[in-house]
DNA sequence: TTTTTTCTTGACTTTTTAGTCAAAATTGAG
DNA sequence: CTCAATTTTGACTAAAAAGTCAAGAAAAAA
């Protein structure tokens, strides 16, 4: 038995397996994004991925299954995109500007995760019945951007307020976004999101530096 | 053929009929903001409100017709709370707290409305195939928020700064809870709030001043 | 009272969607 | 090439939801 070194991916079937549960991945973010959870089929996933409904299931166990993947790999994504700096923030400041302004390449490098990411949010603490394995990623964001301005705050600070502050974080640039959907076009987003993204940075440190 | 005042709520079989609008509207609002739109179905409504199945389709044409009522009596009432304040505020500053204050009691007070409207936000650009009604409502809220706040603003200032303001203020609140309802306690976000109102006005203060 | 009109109902038909599986297609081994 | 293993397929079944309508219940008129 051939000790490789890390991907095995062995034969050319299993290859060709990987790029169908690809294909599959890629179909079912692009409906997700465009349309909602619920009121995506099967069948939708399978035909825009130009496979057989079978296929899916092959892949799989349901819809659930591979909402669930998707949300995850979007949230690793977006992580990612918060880690990628040349130098690192010096200022909370510095780190709150980062922050936001990966929010929005990210939701212009990856508009169908943003939009992915973004929608299921809501359906959590109010159907509480299923999908909870949905609400982990979310909270691993959240998580994350506390990590990231915990490094700047005394770790005496209050809990709470740090949570608070990724919340008006993740809250503002969705929130926002969302509105300017509705109101502007994507030009004028483009032209809003800077002196807003200033003047937010300022009003949080503000609210943490008291 | 008596000429009544206003309401001619003519005999009591018309007034059971509109004691029965009223149930499914109410049971409807109920679910909708439970589950998502797409996820309730039309026995979840009737289930609840303890009617037949059929008689929704007497008052209605079907989800869709529900919903928009639904989206459109909730715009109302948001903007009736932001026209409620017993002395007018006499500062920009001033009414921008008002404003993020009236949408936190209208959260309060009317978590259901504020739940549906905030759910179904995302569904309007993205899938613009139908529900294009569903977009009017929203349109207005926004012109709303406009309108309140150009009353403090020069007559000459760009239309566009002054749309920002209003996806600001509705992206922040909306967004923040989002969020904070995953990862706080109504109680932490009741606390949270304040402090964050606060400092995001000063900011929002700064960004039309200058 | 009886009759007529209005409103409500839930069993029914139709449509849509999830999920299955035997067969077909592709790949790997001999 | 032949045959077995793996992956894909779409017609099929089962379940769920939408939407209909003749009949029933309640109210108004006669």
């Known amino acids: 038995m051939p000790v490789k070194t890390k ?14 549960r690809k294909k599959l991945k890629k179909a079912a973010l692009d409906v997700f994004s465009q349309k909602s959870f619920d009121a995506t089929t099967v069948e939708d996933i399978t035909e825009k991925a130009d496979l ?7 892949h799989f166990a349901d819809k659930e299954e591979i909402v669930v993947t998707l949300v ?7 992580i990612e995109r918060i880690h990628l700096y040349d130098v690192p923030p010096e200022t909370l400041e510095a780190m709150l500007e980062h922050l936001l302004n990966a929010h929005y390449q990210f939701s212009m490098d990856s508009k169908e995760e943003f939009l992915l990411l973004f929608q299921g949010k809501l359906l959590l603490k109010l ?25 700047y705050l005394s770790p005496k600070i209050n ?7 990724a919340c008006a974080v993740a809250g503002f640039v969705f929130g926002f976004f969302s509105f300017a959907m509705i109101g502007m076009t994507s030009k004028e987003i483009d ?5 807003l993204r200033r003047v937010f940075v300022k009003s949080l440190c503000t609210f943490l530096g008291r």
């Open 7 to 20: 991907k095995p991916k062995k034969t050319r079937a299993q290859k060709r397996a990987k790029r169908t």
């Open 52 to 58: 057989g409904k079978g296929t899916l299931y092959q």
């Open 72 to 78: 995850e790999e979007a949230v690793d994504h977006l």
């Open 127 to 151: 159907q509480s019945d299923t999908l909870d394995e949905l609400e982990e990623p979310y909270l691993r964001y959240l998580e994350e951007i506390e990590l990231q301005v915990s490094k």
């Open 159 to 165: 809990a709470l307020k740090v949570r608070r502050l």
């Open 191 to 195: 032209t809003s999101i800077k002196p």
